[in-house]
Every structure is written in structure tokens, then in C-alpha cells.
């Protein structure tokens, strides 16, 4: 099983920053895609960023130019830099991560237990 463990939550200001960490763990043979996504109170868990395992990143036009994600392939780990805050990026955030438990798994989706992001005065 693979577990992932967020870290970097926390209450802001507007136009502050917040940098979020996810570190996987456990048994891993191989990990694809990492990313972020999110859950304000009273809408559905929408994309934030994800980032596959060659680099390539997708953001949701919401964030574009304020968040930047990267990750850590040697140590299974996923950042998300989150700048120029405002307070509709309030939410719980989730790690996300599809991968391999051993080399004859299927892709198995798994997510964190979330952690909150409060931007407010």
C-alpha cells in the first residue's frame, strides 16, 4: 500500500504564500502522476495542479501564474508553492498520486487525509 502524508497548511493573509508538501510512502514500484486538488466547503474537489513523472505539469486556469508544483522523484515527493493568495483559494487540499504498489499491480489512484488552507485578513 502506498501512503501519502501532507504537511504546510495553515491560516494567511491575502497576497501571502504557503508552501505544501506531500511524501509518499510505503510499498512503491512506481509512481506516475503526483498532484493537488481541493475542496472548499459546499463545492465538489476540483484539479489544483499535477505534475507526471517526466516534468510535465497542468494547472487549473485558477492558480495559473500564482502556484507552481514540482516533486521529488527520489524521494517520492510533491510540492506545491502557493503564492499571491487570495481567500478563494480557501480549502482542504489533497495530495493525489496514481502508482504501482509492486511490479505486478495494477494503477491504483490514492489520496491524502487533506490538509486545510485558510486565507483570510
Known amino acids: 500500500q502506498v501512503q501519502l502524508v501532507e504537511s504546510g497548511g495553515g491560516l494567511v493573509q491575502p497576497g501571502g504564500s504557503l508552501r505544501l508538501s506531500c511524501a509518499a510512502s510505503?510499498?512503491?514500484?512506481?509512481?506516475?502522476?503526483m498532484g493537488w486538488y481541493r475542496q472548499a466547503p459546499g463545492k465538489q474537489r476540483e484539479l489544483v495542479a499535477t505534475?507526471?513523472?517526466?516534468?510535465?505539469?497542468n494547472y487549473a486556469h485558477s492558480v495559473k501564474g500564482r502556484f507552481t508544483i514540482s516533486r521529488d522523484n527520489a524521494n517520492n515527493t510533491v510540492y506545491l508553492q502557493m503564492n499571491s493568495l487570495k481567500p478563494e483559494d480557501t480549502a482542504v487540499y489533497y495530495c493525489?498520486?496514481?502508482?504501482?504498489?509492486?511490479?505486478?499491480?495494477?494503477?491504483?489512484?490514492?489520496w491524502g487525509q487533506g490538509t486545510q488552507v485558510t486565507v483570510s485578513p
Open positions: 510505503g510499498t512503491i514500484f512506481s509512481i506516475n502522476n
Open positions: 505534475v507526471s513523472s517526466s516534468g510535465y505539469t
Open positions: 493525489n498520486t496514481i502508482a504501482r504498489p509492486q511490479a505486478t499491480s495494477t494503477w491504483v489512484i490514492y
